[in-house]
């Protein structure tokens, strides 16, 4: 099977598992797939369905819907979570408010939101399931994405990097571009209107405002005013892709710092500024930025349409230059992880990383990890080959690019393997936050806890952190099977300062026997492969992306 | 992670399906009523895709429930409960084997027919309209697939697949960390199991 029919099948997997309806016909006309594995997906569809395999949509005989919660709500519609009670599926229920101020307006841009999502398919665009009339009423049925809107994240965990933010740019160009191939244009595109899923995709949502870019674009032109673009206040301005790609720009201005570029005290003040132009610049509210992504940001919001990216593809391109070039010594526009006091040297050499880029071609997971350790006070940086002695702390800070699954094991000479994180108990636990410097093992009541270094006579410690955009299953269930560090209060008999902080006690538990080599697949980690070859199996898999970070420390004897 | 409140909701349901069962072994007949009904919607589905029509012309599907059901019952004290994916395992498999029997049983019926029957396409082309979901070649290769998988993951895929369970309860049961693991242990199992069946081309 080659790598793009696996991305189809592990795709289609996620969409039967989830109860997500699958289009056979497409399928098969693509040609991702051989027909033997559709008939085998179309098997287990009609398991999990139990209905014969069928190409028929699922909502052929109506909508069975039974609304949980409303999640959501703006000036001409409510969106529930709602479960389809004929597949057992939870989906998002998108109706027309019973007090919009027009109605029939109301329901025009639902049909017409229903057929812009129809003509779309694409991982960046939430998928439509059906549009049903009741009593003349149109109502829409969604896919639920499960996740958090961008406006949401910021708001409660500060703003990305620029290198996150780039990717987040990214996949929304591709969501553009996709809409634009078709002669739509969305028109609100703008931080609660993106979800970030469980998972880490990033899905653009409410099509409330697409307009077919082939009608008549008469004023005044719908929108949310601290996102449009010039065009959009001006009644005789016609809008286009300038003008989504303009509130991309807003959005990666506003995801990187918090804030928009355009900040006014009155609906006029502001149509006034920025038809003006007059906008903060990015740099003055985060001089830390990367001159190449603001430059980015600049262009995407000229106040020129003519200006701005010719399209979403070319915005595109810019920030994946971007992202490539920052990947080069010395680019980032602000250190990635910001050292504790007395911090300093770089965990350097046996980095391994591993990137694998993902189905949807997103840019690969990026794990920026780095030891430190702790002893008489003071905390310094480690690198591989450094000594550590009984009685030190040690603490890992980590930051990924994308959310992440993370896992760090620890083998000594002799063979015995512990985990040391996931730490049961305390947090941060998997999936870690993505633009977040995660201090490791974490806190429990408020209290940062560090592994307590209890090996001694020599020898060494070979340290794995691995980073995975989703749970790694089978090395989870291997887990499970390891010791792992205990939470444990440094005792006065081990001479550790316990006045800052406790500890976590590194060094209990079974003997896992070593010396055997790692099979080329990991389906089944077996207890006898070293963390090595470990890593570099776990490396040679494809099944999602994954960074991982080897390090070797010295015993002092 | 599993949020406190659907934490609980879970811990509910687990231990909800754990009481019945222990009350069901102590005798009572009312918990015992309580617990199969919780399997019957999924039990019904199970057994009815795989009911071949000549069985299925002497048995309704909901008598074979009911069948499978007091066969469970009776075999209570000889199940060991490990979770509600242990429970569906055992009932399954009670299934399986009942399916086997009925089938052997219809195909010396002198009116049964061959267990190959669902397999038959009718005179048009088109699938009979009383046809199994899974064709005996199929269910068994499935089935065959499906005992190539852990455990757990096994259990896992079953909950969602058979049972529709949410991944916050398959996660809970099955031991996982959280309901995105449980979701990716369910995906991989599908994956697994693509390659396996298209290998033995029952997808073609």
Same mark, same amino acid.
């Given at each position: 099977?080659?790598?793009?029919?696996?991305?189809?099948?592990?795709?289609?997997?996620?969409?039967?598992?989830?109860?997500?309806?699958?289009?056979?016909? @497409?399928?098969?006309?693509?040609?991702?797939?051989?027909?033997?594995?559709?008939?085998?997906?179309?098997?287990?569809?009609?398991?999990?369905?139990?209905?014969?395999?069928?190409? /028929?949509?699922?909502?052929?005989?109506?909508?069975?819907?039974?609304?949980?919660?409303?999640?959501?709500?703006?000036?001409?519609?409510?969106?529930?979570?709602?479960?389809?009670?004929?597949?057992?599926?939870?989906?998002?229920?998108?109706?027309?408010?019973?007090?919009?101020?027009?109605?029939?307006?109301?329901?025009?841009?639902?049909? %017409?939101? &229903?057929?812009?999502?129809?003509?779309?398919?694409?991982?960046?665009?939430?998928?439509?399931?059906?549009?049903?009339?009741?009593?003349?009423?149109?109502?829409?049925?969604?896919?639920?994405?499960?996740?958090?809107?961008?406006?949401?994240?910021?708001?409660?965990?500060?703003?990305?990097?620029?290198?996150?933010?780039?990717?987040?740019?990214?996949?929304?160009?591709?969501?553009?571009?996709?809409?634009?191939?078709?002669?739509?244009?969305?028109?609100?595109?703008?931080?609660?209107?993106?979800?970030?899923?469980?998972?880490?995709? =990033?899905?653009?949502?409410?099509?409330?405002?697409?307009?077919?870019?082939?009608?008549?674009?008469?004023?005044?032109?719908?929108?949310?005013?601290?996102?449009?673009?010039?065009?959009?206040?001006? @009644?005789?301005?016609?809008?286009?892709?300038?003008?989504?790609?303009?509130?991309?720009?807003?959005?990666?201005?506003?995801?990187?710092?918090?804030?928009?570029?355009?900040?006014?005290?009155?609906?006029?003040?502001?149509?006034?500024?920025?038809?003006?132009?007059?906008?903060?610049?990015?740099?003055?509210? +985060?001089?830390?930025?990367?001159?190449?992504?603001?430059?980015?940001?600049?262009?995407?919001?000229?106040?020129?349409?003519?200006?701005?990216?010719?399209?979403?593809?070319?915005?595109?391109?810019?920030?994946?230059?971007?992202?490539?070039?920052?990947?080069?010594?010395?680019?980032?526009?602000?250190?990635?992880?910001?050292?504790?006091?007395?911090? &300093? %040297?770089?965990?350097?050499?046996?980095?391994?990383?591993?990137?694998?880029?993902?189905?949807?071609?997103?840019?690969?997971?990026?794990?920026?990890?780095?030891?430190?350790?702790?002893?008489?006070?003071?905390?310094?940086?480690?690198?591989?080959?450094?000594?550590?002695?009984?009685?030190?702390?040690?603490?890992?800070? %980590?930051?990924?690019?994308?959310?992440?699954?993370?896992?760090?094991?620890?083998?000594?000479?002799?063979?015995?393997?512990?985990?040391?994180?996931?730490?049961?108990?305390?947090?941060?636990?998997?999936?870690?936050?993505?633009?977040?410097?995660?201090?490791?093992?974490?806190?429990?009541?408020?209290?940062?806890?560090?592994?307590?270094?209890?090996?001694?006579?020599?020898?060494?410690? =070979?340290?794995?952190?691995?980073?995975?955009?989703?749970?790694?299953?089978?090395?989870?269930?291997?887990?499970?099977?390891?010791?792992?560090?205990?939470?444990?209060?440094?005792?006065?008999? +081990?001479?550790?300062?316990?006045?800052?902080?406790?500890?976590?006690?590194?060094?209990?538990?079974?003997?896992?026997?070593?010396?055997?080599?790692?099979?080329?697949?990991?389906?089944?980690?077996?207890?006898?492969?070293?963390?090595?070859?470990?890593?570099?199996?776990?490396?040679?898999?494809? &099944?999602?992306? +994954?960074?991982?970070?080897?390090?070797?420390?010295?015993?002092?004897? | 992670?599993?949020?406190?409140?659907?934490?609980?909701?879970?811990?509910?349901?687990?231990?909800?399906?754990?009481?019945?069962?222990?009350?069901?072994?102590?005798?009572?007949? /009312?918990?015992?009523?309580?617990?199969?009904?919780?399997?019957?919607?999924?039990?019904?589905?199970?057994?009815?895709?795989?009911?071949?029509?000549?069985?299925?012309?002497?048995?309704?599907?909901?008598?074979?429930?009911?069948?499978?059901?007091?066969?469970?019952?009776?075999?209570?004290?000889?199940?060991?409960?490990?979770?509600?994916?242990?429970?569906?395992?055992?009932?399954?498999?009670?299934?399986?084997?009942?399916?086997?029997?009925?089938?052997?049983?219809?195909?010396?019926?002198?009116?049964?027919?061959?267990?190959?029957?669902?397999?038959?396409?009718?005179?048009?082309?088109?699938?009979?309209?009383?046809?199994?979901?899974? =064709?005996?070649?199929?269910?068994?290769?499935?089935?065959?697939?499906?005992?190539?998988?852990?455990?757990?993951?096994?259990? &896992?895929?079953?909950?969602?697949?058979?049972?529709?369970?949410?991944?916050?309860?398959?996660?809970?049961?099955?031991?996982?960390?959280?309901?995105?693991?449980?979701?990716?242990?369910?995906?991989?199992?599908?994956?697994?199991? =693509?390659?396996?069946?298209?290998?033995?081309?029952?997808?073609?």
């Amino acid at each position: 099977m080659t790598d793009s029919e696996r991305d189809a099948v592990r795709r289609i997997a996620a969409s039967l598992a989830d109860g997500q309806p699958v289009d056979w016909d @497409a399928l098969r006309a693509s040609g991702a797939l051989a027909e033997r594995e559709i008939g085998a997906l179309r098997l287990l569809e009609s398991i999990r369905s139990g209905r014969p395999p069928s190409g /028929a949509s699922p909502h052929a005989d109506g909508l069975d819907i039974e609304i949980l919660e409303e999640i959501g709500s703006g000036s001409a519609s409510r969106v529930h979570r709602a479960l389809d009670r004929a597949l057992g599926r939870p989906v998002a229920l998108k109706l027309v408010r019973a007090d919009a101020i027009v109605p029939e307006a109301a329901r025009e841009r639902f049909l %017409a939101e &229903a057929r812009a999502l129809a003509s779309i398919d694409h991982p960046n665009v939430v998928r439509i399931h059906s549009v049903e009339l009741v009593d003349g009423t149109p109502r829409l049925c969604l896919e639920l994405v499960d996740g958090k809107t961008l406006e949401r994240i910021v708001r409660d965990d500060g703003p990305f990097s620029p290198e996150e933010v780039a990717r987040i740019g990214i996949d929304l160009c591709r969501a553009l571009a996709a809409i634009h191939a078709k002669g739509l244009v969305h028109r609100d595109v703008k931080p609660s209107n993106v979800m970030r899923a469980t998972g880490g995709r =990033t899905v653009l949502l409410d099509f409330g405002v697409v307009r077919d870019a082939g009608s008549p674009d008469r004023g005044p032109h719908p929108g949310t005013p601290v996102a449009m673009a010039p065009e959009q206040f001006d @009644a005789a301005g016609e809008t286009g892709q300038a003008t989504d790609v303009y509130a991309l720009g807003v959005l990666l201005y506003w995801a990187v710092c918090g804030r928009y570029p355009v900040e006014a005290a009155s609906y006029e003040e502001l149509r006034d500024l920025v038809r003006a132009g007059r906008r903060t610049p990015l740099a003055d509210r +985060r001089p830390d930025v990367p001159g190449d992504f603001v430059s980015i940001v600049e262009k995407a919001t000229a106040t020129a349409p003519s200006s701005r990216f010719e399209s979403a593809g070319a915005f595109e391109r810019a920030l994946r230059e971007f992202l490539s070039l920052s990947k080069g010594p010395g680019r980032r526009g602000r250190p990635a992880m910001p050292w504790i006091a007395g911090a &300093a %040297a770089l965990i350097a050499a046996l980095a391994v990383w591993v990137a694998i880029a993902s189905w949807s071609g997103r840019a690969p997971l990026e794990l920026d990890a780095r030891f430190f350790v702790t002893r008489d006070g003071v905390a310094r940086g480690l690198s591989s080959g450094d000594s550590v002695r009984v009685g030190d702390l040690l603490f890992l800070e %980590a930051r990924f690019n994308r959310e992440s699954h993370v896992y760090v094991l620890d083998e000594d000479d002799a063979g015995e393997l512990f985990t040391m994180f996931p730490a049961p108990g305390y947090e941060p636990r998997n999936p870690l936050r993505a633009g977040t410097t995660h201090r490791l093992p974490g806190t429990r009541a408020g209290k940062s806890h560090d592994w307590l270094v209890s090996s001694q006579g020599g020898g060494a410690e =070979t340290i794995l952190v691995v980073a995975a955009s989703e749970p790694i299953e089978h090395l989870e269930s291997f887990l499970r099977g390891v010791p792992a560090v205990k939470p444990e209060d440094a005792s006065p008999a +081990r001479k550790v300062d316990v006045s800052t902080r406790a500890a976590l006690y590194r060094g209990i538990g079974k003997t896992a026997p070593a010396g055997a080599a790692a099979e080329s697949h990991v389906e089944s980690p077996s207890p006898a492969a070293r963390l090595e070859d470990w890593a570099a199996a776990l490396a040679r898999e494809d &099944a999602t992306d +994954r960074a991982v970070k080897l390090i070797r420390l010295r015993n002092a004897p | 992670m599993i949020p406190e409140e659907r934490r609980a909701a879970c811990a509910s349901e687990l231990s909800r399906t754990a009481d019945l069962l222990e009350e069901a072994r102590r005798g009572d007949a /009312a918990a015992r009523d309580a617990l199969f009904a919780r399997y019957r919607e999924p039990l019904s589905r199970f057994l009815h895709a795989r009911l071949p029509a000549s069985a299925r012309g002497m048995l309704e599907t909901e008598d074979v429930v009911q069948e499978v059901s007091a066969r469970a019952f009776s075999n209570l004290d000889r199940f060991d409960y490990r979770g509600i994916g242990s429970f569906w395992g055992f009932l399954r498999q009670i299934g399986l084997n009942y399916v086997v029997q009925v089938s052997r049983r219809a195909r010396r019926a002198p009116d049964g027919g061959s267990l190959d029957d669902a397999a038959e396409p009718a005179a048009n082309g088109s699938r009979p309209a009383w046809a199994a979901l899974l =064709t005996k070649e199929a269910g068994e290769a499935f089935e065959k697939a499906l005992s190539s998988v852990s455990p757990e993951n096994r259990a &896992a895929f079953l909950l969602r697949f058979e049972v529709d369970l949410d991944y916050a309860t398959i996660a809970a049961d099955c031991g996982f960390p959280s309901p995105d693991a449980a979701r990716m242990a369910v995906c991989r199992v599908v994956q697994h199991l =693509t390659r396996e069946l298209a290998r033995d081309g029952f997808g073609a």
